[in-house]
C-alpha cells in the first residue's frame, strides 16, 4: 500500500534556528512528490514539485531535496512567519496521497 | 488566471440533516477535481475525485456523494451527516500535463452537533 509518513509531527525553533522536516515513501510508479504549506483554517499552498532522486528546489528560507525513498524541506534561518504545518504528497495516476503533515512554530 | 471558489466557509449541521458543498472553478477547462477530507491535527484524506462530467472515483465508502453536472462544478453530498463526518472539507483542481499541479479552495469546516 502506498504510504507517506512525515517526521517530526511538531517542530519548534527559535528564530534563526535552521531544521528540516522529513518526508518518507513507499509508493510505486512515483510522478512527482510535492511540498505545501498550509496555515490555520486555509487551504493548502503550493510550494515545490520534485520528480527525481537529486532534485533539488529553493523559495526564500526553503529548500526541499529529494532522494529514492525520501525527501527533505530544510528551513533556513526561519522566521515567526514560517510557521506554518508543512505537508507531503505523493503523486500516482492523478492522484495525491498526503503525510499528516508537520507543525512548525518559530518564536521571536 | 485559474481561481477556485468554495463555499460556505463554515457550516454547522444537526446530525441526520442533508449537506451540499460547492465547489467551482474559473479560468480552466475540463479540469481533474477532487474533495478532500482533513480531520483535527490529521492529513489529508481523499474522498473523491473526477476526470470529466459525470465522472466520480469514490476513494472511501462513506456516507458521502460526489457529483459533477458541470465541467467546472463540484458538489459533495449528504443524505443525512453523521457526527464522524466533522472536519475541513477541501476543493482542489489539478493543472495536468507538463508540471502538473494541485490547487487548493479555502475549505469549509463541517461541524455536525
Known amino acids: 500500500e502506498d504510504q507517506v509518513t512525515q517526521s517530526p509531527e511538531a517542530l519548534r525553533l527559535q528564530e534563526g534556528e535552521s531544521s528540516s522536516l522529513n518526508c518518507s515513501y513507499t509508493?510505486?510508479?512515483?510522478?512527482?512528490l510535492f511540498w505545501y504549506r498550509q496555515d490555520p483554517g486555509k487551504g493548502p499552498e503550493f510550494l515545490f514539485t520534485?520528480?527525481?532522486a537529486g532534485e533539488e528546489k529553493e523559495k526564500e528560507r526553503l529548500k526541499a531535496t529529494l532522494t529514492k525513498k525520501e525527501s527533505f524541506l530544510h528551513i533556513t534561518a526561519p522566521k515567526p512567519e514560517d510557521s506554518a504545518t508543512y505537508l507531503c504528497?505523493?503523486?500516482?495516476?492523478?492522484?495525491?496521497?498526503f503525510g499528516a503533515g508537520t507543525t512548525v512554530t518559530v518564536r521571536a | 488566471s485559474q481561481t477556485i471558489h468554495q463555499w460556505p466557509a463554515t457550516l454547522v449541521q444537526p446530525v441526520g440533516s442533508p449537506l451540499s458543498l460547492e465547489c467551482t472553478v474559473e479560468?480552466?477547462?475540463?479540469?481533474?477535481l477532487y474533495w478532500y477530507r482533513q480531520a483535527a491535527g490529521r492529513g489529508l484524506q481523499l474522498l473523491f475525485y473526477?476526470?470529466?462530467?459525470?465522472?466520480i472515483s469514490s476513494e472511501v465508502p462513506q456516507n458521502l456523494s460526489a457529483s459533477r453536472p458541470q465541467d467546472r462544478q463540484f458538489i459533495l453530498s449528504s443524505k443525512k451527516l453523521l457526527l464522524s463526518d466533522s472536519g475541513f472539507y477541501l476543493c482542489?483542481?489539478?493543472?495536468?500535463?507538463?508540471?502538473?499541479?494541485?490547487?487548493f479552495g479555502s475549505g469549509t469546516q463541517l461541524s455536525v452537533l
Open positions: 509508493v510505486s510508479g512515483l510522478r512527482g
Open positions: 482542489a483542481w489539478m493543472r495536468t500535463g507538463i508540471n502538473e499541479k494541485l490547487f
Open positions: 504528497a505523493v503523486q500516482y495516476d492523478y492522484k495525491l496521497s
Open positions: 473526477s476526470v470529466g462530467i459525470g465522472q
Open positions: 479560468g480552466t477547462s475540463n479540469p481533474n
Open positions: 520534485l520528480y527525481s
